[in-house]
């Protein structure tokens, strides 16, 4: 499972890539400019396993990651490059721009076609957040259970004595039926000093009953909160010429909700100068892939088709390296009639590539904190 969930891994970051360059590289193509080359994988360059007749180098490379597209003009500063009319550089604003975001379309448009095929013969719906599970149980599709969760167990508590533990799930409490478990603001309220209550907790998919006394305070000494915890959800399909249509829709949903995410996790780095839970770097997308592995390969298209939609997302926000930072001193052109200074954007671009790398090790780091844990 370790050696398929490698494989898995490498497969999906290199597809998610290379279709994204793969869309830099037609729309360079159809400007009229000279694509160096096109990788496969990261340097070093293993071999030159073909070179086309308008000089396209395809080069195996290393690292087994992903891909690159070198354009010819794309970072230099050069006047007699700038000019000439099979560089990146000399063509219009409408031609860059189209080369720049070309990227992002391939990656939208790669989540919108496993989306498609997912709908047509039937996959589990997208649950993004609270709304969408409470519509799922509305509409049947998700079956589901109120619990209370345990965040955290403070020590020598009632709770830490009887051996709960972070993670825990209350199903029954006391007596009350499953959907009628006490709000957790309710607590102070029904428990009194030294109350012996009988709890039902599920911990790795095994139940256990026991009992527990609050202390002198009335208190359990345990963080918990009322949550609607899942337990299947069925696989819904559409007719083939509807399934393209929602795919649309829902790609588009997907996104919002991935730039209100990304808007949260900046504010988070800025703010606290810390890494928000739920974001995960390299070591954590692997993690994850192992999961989906064992879920199954509709499981897994739909995890890909997540990752290219944040993908598409991250690629085409306006920071320095990134397309949309490109695409913003694109913009700068339109606004001001003139071009910034060809080695002024070169600068920006690195500055802003080793700030990126500096955020994926801060990541990946937080990453590994949290499987050590």
């Known amino acids: 499972m370790v050696l398929l969930t490698i494989v898995a891994f490498i497969l999906i970051f290199s597809l998610l890539v290379l279709v994204h360059e793969w869309g830099h590289f037609i729309m360079a193509r159809r400007a009229g400019i000279k694509v160096e080359e096109f990788g496969m994988g990261l340097p070093p360059k293993a071999r030159v396993f ?24 794309e970072d ?21 721009t189209q080369v720049i975001v070309a990227g992002v379309f391939m990656n939208f448009v790669l989540a919108w076609v496993i989306i498609t095929i997912g709908m047509t013969i039937g996959m589990k719906p997208f649950l993004a957040n609270q709304e969408d599970i409470l519509k799922g149980v509305e509409d049947g599709i998700v079956k589901a259970q109120n619990v209370m969760y345990i965040h955290e167990i403070q020590p020598d508590s009632p709770a830490d004595k009887i051996g709960l533990k972070s993670g825990d799930m209350i199903v029954d409490f006391n007596g009350y039926k499953e959907k009628e478990l006490p709000a957790v603001s309710e607590l102070p309220t029904l428990i009194k000093p030294e109350d012996t209550v009988i709890i039902t907790m599920v911990r790795d998919g095994v139940e256990q009953t026991t009992m527990m006394t609050a202390n002198e305070e009335g208190k359990f000494g345990f963080v918990v909160s009322n949550e609607l915890f899942i337990q299947d959800v069925a696989n819904v399909s559409y007719p083939f010429y509807i399934a393209p249509f929602l795919a649309v829709a829902e790609v588009g949903r997907l996104s919002i909700l991935t730039v209100k995410m990304l808007g949260g996790v900046i504010v988070s780095l800025v703010a606290n100068l810390t890494v928000p839970e739920g974001v995960a770097g390299p070591v954590g ?5 192992h999961y989906y592995v064992q879920q199954g390969l509709m499981a897994l298209a739909q995890f890909t088709a997540l990752l290219s939609i944040s993908l598409g997302v991250i690629n085409i926000m306006p920071f320095p390296a990134l397309d949309g930072g490109r695409f913003l001193f694109i913009v700068y052109e339109l606004v001001t009639r003139r071009r910034a200074n060809a080695k002024m954007e070169a600068v920006v671009h690195t500055i802003g590539f080793a700030l990126l790398m500096l955020l994926i090790l801060t990541i990946t780091w937080h990453d590994i904190a949290n499987l050590l844990k």
């Open 76 to 96: 230099t500063h050069d006047p007699k490059v700038l000019k000439d009319p099979k560089s990146f550089a000399s063509k219009s604003i409408w031609q860059r």
């Open 50 to 73: 073909k070179k086309d007749k308008l000089g396209t180098e395809y080069t195996l490379n290393w690292i087994p990651f992903g891909g690159f597209v070198r354009l010819f003009g």
């Open 285 to 289: 997308i692997a993690k994850m892939t």
